[in-house]
């Protein structure tokens, strides 16, 4: 196959030229709410296991230096601060989506934009700004990568473009050395087989360490004098991804999560909470439930889970934890919840179907609808629910305020909850350094 790169840098000088003040007031919202979502997932995700193993290979491994990490006083150097944070940032599978890309963009490269960011310690709007450009680039080569190669790579592989996306920013690679690094970062790409990972749920997840390892790297390697040629964003034929840069901003269209879950478990979820709010239900008295969904959800593991992995990658633990507990949060998915017979035995009345409707409309639309059968044999029946956070929920501060609330409630306390949304949303002209001091100081109780 020959490829024929258009070598213009309309998507480096995008990179290199977008200011923070070129952004109207929505997108400048949006980035603050796509923020405060981050930070959530960080937070979150510094209480679990796969973030000790990240920190700790990254202490081993890789010197110290002044970088600082969200969830700990560890000093690191660049690299191994990219490594840290991106083993937190997708560990409870609570970060934002891109539905079209069957993905999760934001963390794919927050890892790698915050440690840059706190290694060059930019002010907080600086930050702001890289995220929306890393955004907008990451979602059009996640888009690009999975229609060239007719295959399904999730989050790792368009992350590793992001993460060099956002590092060069950061550090202020000139136009030439952009275009190289994201070179270098796309051709060096993991190719995570996302559907493997939903049918066999580990750590493995959506492979956000190793793209942000790739593309932290690719920096490096290009600052170092390697040499890479061309990315898929540079062929004619996704042009047209590339001239609606700083124009039609994809990041509008992200979904947040209010469930630490797999999306594709969502909406039954939501669907069972609702149902038995409504009616009352008791669910000790519940015979069996029936969830119709897309064939991709049905394929979620339903085994019961013996890792908090297995028991987000997985549709039948999540909709029996909502069943009994009407919730599904770190407090149902943590290793110690694992043996909760409730939701054991919950899991064991549970059967899945594909909805042929369900099915037509996905991935476009994830849509789910579910039937509880009581004991006395009355059937509860829901409606057709997608899940909450869609992007036509046009998500807002206080929706995402109420969700950082509700998951962070039992690691950090009200009063510090409060104080670090205030600083996300108003400190623009703060250190980020400063902020990541904020949240460090602020947890409390962790894991």
Not at 117 to 140: D, G, T
Not at 248 to 262: G, V, W
Not at 274 to 294: A, P, Q, R, S
Request: with cysteine.
């Amino acid at each position: 196959m020959q490829f024929n790169f258009n070598r213009n840098l309309k998507i480096e000088k995008y990179i290199k030229n977008t200011k923070w003040e070129d952004f109207s007031d929505d997108i400048k919202s949006q980035a603050i709410i796509c923020s405060i979502d981050l930070f959530n997932a960080l937070i979150l995700g510094s209480c679990g296991e796969q973030f000790n193993i990240g920190l700790s290979f990254a202490k081993d491994f890789y010197s110290k230096g002044k970088v600082k990490v969200v969830g700990t006083d560890e000093l690191l150097n660049l690299p191994g601060a990219v490594v840290a944070m991106s083993h937190s940032s997708n560990s409870f599978d609570i970060d934002d989506g891109y539905n079209l890309i069957k993905g999760h963009p934001g963390t794919s490269f927050i890892g790698g934009l915050l440690a840059s960011s706190s290694f060059k310690n930019v002010n907080y709007k600086n930050f702001l700004e890289a995220l929306v450009v890393c955004y907008e680039v990451c979602i059009r080569a996640g888009l690009a990568i999975q229609d060239h190669y007719n295959y399904l790579h999730s989050t790792g592989t368009y992350g590793a473009v992001g993460t060099a996306v956002a590092i060069s920013k950061i550090l202020g690679l000139n136009e030439r050395q952009i275009n190289n690094a994201l070179s270098i970062a796309e051709f060096h790409a993991p190719l995570t087989p996302v559907m493997r990972s939903v049918q066999h749920p580990s750590m493995n997840k959506d492979g956000v360490p190793f793209g942000g390892l790739i593309g932290m790297q690719s920096v490096l390697e290009t600052i170092y004098g390697s040499t890479g040629v061309g990315y898929l964003l540079e062929l004619p034929e996704y042009e047209h991804f590339v001239q609606t840069l700083g124009k039609k901003y994809l990041f509008r269209d992200l979904y947040f999560k209010p469930y630490t879950c797999c999306r594709w478990a969502h909406q039954p979820i939501v669907a069972s909470i609702d149902l038995i709010n409504d009616n009352n239900l008791d669910y000790k008295n519940i015979k069996k439930v029936n969830v119709y969904t897309f064939s991709a959800a049905a394929q979620l593991s339903k085994i019961k889970p013996n890792t908090t992995d297995e028991a987000q990658y997985n549709i039948s633990w999540p909709v029996a934890a909502a069943l009994v507990y009407k919730d599904v949060g770190i407090a149902q998915v943590k290793d110690s919840a694992l043996k909760d017979n409730e939701v054991i035995n919950m899991m064991d009345k549970l059967s899945f179907k594909v909805d042929q409707e369900m099915e037509r409309q996905f991935p476009e639309k994830r849509l789910a609808w579910i039937e509880i059968v009581m004991n006395d044999n009355k059937i509860f029946k829901s409606k057709v629910y997608s899940a909450p956070g869609e992007h036509t929920d046009k998500i807002d501060i206080e929706w995402i305020e109420k969700k950082f609330i509700t998951r962070t409630k039992d690691i950090i306390k009200d009063s510090s909850q409060l104080e670090i949304l205030d600083v996300l949303q108003n400190g623009i002209d703060l250190k980020i350094n400063d902020i990541i001091d904020l949240i460090n100081k602020q947890l409390i109780n962790k894991g």
